[in-house]
């Protein structure tokens, strides 16, 4: 029997390469529906042509239906980083709310395994390190970051009350800070933004002291857990991320050696509401889903450079004037 998948959000960062990992590990037909908010159909040339793939411009705000059969819907379609959710406020709560409501109910009507991609943001500014799933979190519900959290915190529920209530097969998993090719220069988050700046040989932007710590794990480790994830009938929150800490600092210096720029690093104010410090407990990926980042910070890193410097550096001169 082929199996099929939708993925929402899938022409974004994350979705685009989770769409070429199903085609690519078993998946016989994948149908991407995005309104191309964030995302564009470029991150997607590599499938248009591809049989088995299909993309439909569409809001999951609006009721979906969808032909045939359907296996596992996997519900990534919310704008992701600060700077895009800060100016789609609107949209973040809409694709949060309706958007995972009419993805669960896609799913319910076609008994498909539903995937929530939610967020390490759930936790909010935690006080608890590293953060287990366990962990409620410490969000403010109307600070400027809320639209996403707590967006995401209501997904979150609506998807355990379709699992609690018996209708879908559903689970969840929080995401933590993710990096790789595709991601958009000038989307804000730390890793294109301190490329862009390297690449450009301007000086490197680092907030605060630079002593605030993030863990990144590399897209095509994090895309295998999710696929883990659309196997198996967890009900979650299982967090994905890498638990190594780095401070931003530290992430600096790597990127201004690893592309031999001799871009100065600058220290400047921090935003309201950044965290202080993000790291996942994954005990529970490693145990129920046998997943942990295997890819190296270095290697990750020349990988995503090599991709905005062979995609950008025609441009970059304009991109950070
Ligand atoms: P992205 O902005 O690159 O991709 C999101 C995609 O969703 C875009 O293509 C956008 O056009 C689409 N979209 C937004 N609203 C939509 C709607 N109403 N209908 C249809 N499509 C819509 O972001 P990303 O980094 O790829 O993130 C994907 C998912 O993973 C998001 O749900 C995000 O919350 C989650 N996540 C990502 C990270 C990360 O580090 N990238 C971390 C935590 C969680």
């Known amino acids: ?89 609107l949209e973040t709560l809409r694709a949060g709310s309706l958007g995972t409501w009419n993805a669960l109910e896609l799913a319910r009507r076609k008994s498909a395994r539903f995937v929530l991609a939610s967020t390490s943001e759930s936790y909010g500014d935690p006080q608890v390190h590293p953060q287990p799933e366990t962990y409620w979190g410490h969000v403010n519900p109307v600070g400027p970051r809320s639209c996403y959290d707590e967006a995401k915190r209501f997904s979150e529920a609506l998807t355990a009350a379709y699992r609690r209530t018996g209708k879908v097969n559903s689970g969840i998993v929080r995401i933590f800070n993710t990096f790789g090719p595709r991601m958009r220069v000038r989307d804000g988050r730390v890793v294109p933004t301190l490329i862009r700046q390297a690449l450009g040989r301007v000086p490197m932007t680092v907030t605060g002291d630079g002593k605030q710590t993030r863990s990144l794990c590399y897209v095509d480790d994090l895309v295998e857990g999710i696929v883990r994830m659309a196997r198996c009938s967890l009900a979650g929150p299982v967090n994905l991320g890498n638990p190594e800490e780095r401070t931003v600092l ?72």
């Open 1 to 89: 029997m082929p199996i099929r998948a939708v993925v929402t959000g899938g022409a974004g960062f994350l979705g685009s390469h989770l769409c070429e990992r199903l085609l690519g590990s078993g998946f016989d037909h994948v149908l991407c529906v995005d309104n191309f908010l964030t995302g564009t159909a470029r991150n997607l040339d590599s499938l248009t042509a591809r049989d088995g793939f299909r993309l439909a411009r569409y809001d999951i705000a609006e009721p979906l239906h969808v032909p045939g059969p359907v296996d596992v819907v996997l519900h990534l379609a919310s704008p992701a980083s600060p700077v895009d959710y800060l100016r789609h406020p």
């Open 250 to 321: 530290d992430l600096a210096h790597r990127i201004r050696n690893l592309t031999g720029s001799p871009a100065e690093i600058l220290l400047v104010p921090r935003p309201q509401d950044d965290p202080e410090r993000r790291c996942p407990d994954i005990t529970l990926a490693r145990a129920q889903l046998g997943w942990r980042p295997t890819t190296l910070l270095d290697e990750g890193l020349r990988r995503t450079i090599h991709w905005f410097s062979t995609v950008l550096e025609p441009r970059v001169t304009e991109l950070v004037a």
